[in-house]
């Protein structure tokens, strides 16, 4: 089951942040590496990062699947994003341990999916 981290594509972010805009950053990667059927997982405590709603928006234009995992204030990701999962908290700290808990229970059940 392939994987890419977008985060860690450090000389293609920086290009791309230089030459385009940081805002672009994952639309970019996410339209050459993304094809329909892929999933997105887009990434944002305050739910208003522009870089991954763009990115979203380019996973939406593939026919890709998105997931946006933020914290209590959605703003864009309800349009955005496929499955929306917002997490409680008071601050980014708050919202950030959350965060570390649902994605570790995703790939532990995508594990027990595929690979039983």
């Given at each position: 089951m392939p994987a890419i981290s977008l985060v860690s594509q450090t000389a293609l972010?920086?290009?791309?942040a230089n030459d385009i805009g940081?805002?672009?950053t994952f639309a970019q990667q996410v339209y050459g590496y993304?094809?329909?059927?892929?999933?997105?997982?887009g990434i944002s405590t305050s739910g208003k990062s522009p870089n991954i709603l763009r990115a979203l928006e380019v996973a939406n234009c593939l026919n890709m699947q998105t997931i946006g995992l933020t914290g209590p204030q959605t703003y864009d990701f309800d349009q955005r994003a496929n499955i929306v999962i917002s997490c409680l908290g008071?601050?980014?700290?708050?919202?950030?341990?959350?965060?570390?808990k649902i994605y570790h229970e995703l790939c532990s059940r995508l594990e027990e999916k595929f690979f039983p």
């Open positions: 972010t920086s290009a791309i940081a805002e672009w993304g094809r329909a059927g892929d999933v997105l997982l008071n601050n980014a700290a708050e919202i950030q341990e959350q965060h570390i």
